[in-house]
């Protein structure tokens, strides 16, 4: 079944610690995008890529860090984390970036 | 800066209509959405307005008004599975989506 996939589905990290989220579409969409959703806020933007080889910084980049090797994985990587990056993060994909965005399932991650 | 803004919660009745409202300052719109997320999942996408009026969907209807900076989504027939929350996001010059906090609709049989 096409669509987007996360992993891992939750996770609880300890503060200092390094983590990879992982998000890999089928769609063969070239646009793709990290959020993370907190509770009384909207979808925040915290990278994206338009393309592959491509990625651009969002509305809180800081802390994170991606890379868009090929078309269908777009990982985000927290090189030490926070207890303020606990956080639902959302992966989603566009055919292009001015296209509708699908969202994979998202990844619950608490900093201790 | 840029701001979306919409109720935080509404309540309706099974079998009933809402309307849901979304208003909006962004830097440049080049379209609007709507999507739906329920509780623990991810955000899936009702709709999409980029020129004034009102786009219908079965059930669900989105309106747009851009010199007003309002949109709305409207909901007929209520069903239990509605419940849920609703999300308005513009896409601003950069096409960045811009989100809204999104509105908790209850649904009481």
């Known amino acids: 079944i096409a669509g987007i996939t996360q992993a891992p589905t939750s996770q609880i990290l300890a503060a200092g610690r390094r983590m990879t989220l992982r998000c890999t579409q089928d769609?063969?969409?070239?646009?793709m995008y990290w959020y993370r959703q907190d509770l009384g806020l909207g979808l925040r933007l915290i990278h994206y890529?338009?393309?592959?080889?491509?990625?651009g910084k969002g509305e809180v980049p800081d802390g994170y860090s991606v890379s868009r090797a090929n078309t269908d994985d777009f990982p985000l990587t927290l090189a030490s984390a926070v207890p303020s990056q606990t956080s639902v993060y959302f992966c989603?994909?566009?055919?292009?970036?001015?296209?509708?965005?699908?969202f994979g399932p998202g990844t619950r991650l608490l900093v201790l | 800066g840029q701001n979306i803004d919409q109720p935080t919660e509404m309540t309706a009745t099974e079998g009933a209509i809402v309307q849901i409202n979304c208003t909006y300052q962004?830097?440049?719109?080049?379209?609007l959405f709507w999507y739906q997320q329920h509780a623990g999942e991810a955000p899936t996408f009702l709709s999409y307005n980029v020129l004034d009026g009102l786009e219908e969907k079965g059930r669900f209807s989105s309106f747009l008004s851009r010199s007003k900076g309002y949109s709305y989504l409207l909901l007929k027939e209520l069903q239990m599975k509605d419940s849920a929350s609703y999300l308005c996001?513009?896409?601003?010059?950069?096409?960045?989506?811009?989100w809204g906090a999104g509105t908790k609709l209850i649904i009481k049989p």
């Open positions: 962004t830097s440049g719109f080049n379209g």
């Open positions: 890529s338009n393309t592959a080889g491509t990625t």
């Open positions: 989603a994909s566009s055919a292009k970036a001015e296209e509708t965005q699908y």
């Open positions: 996001a513009v896409r601003d010059s950069n096409y960045q989506l811009i």
């Open positions: 769609m063969r969409h070239n646009a």
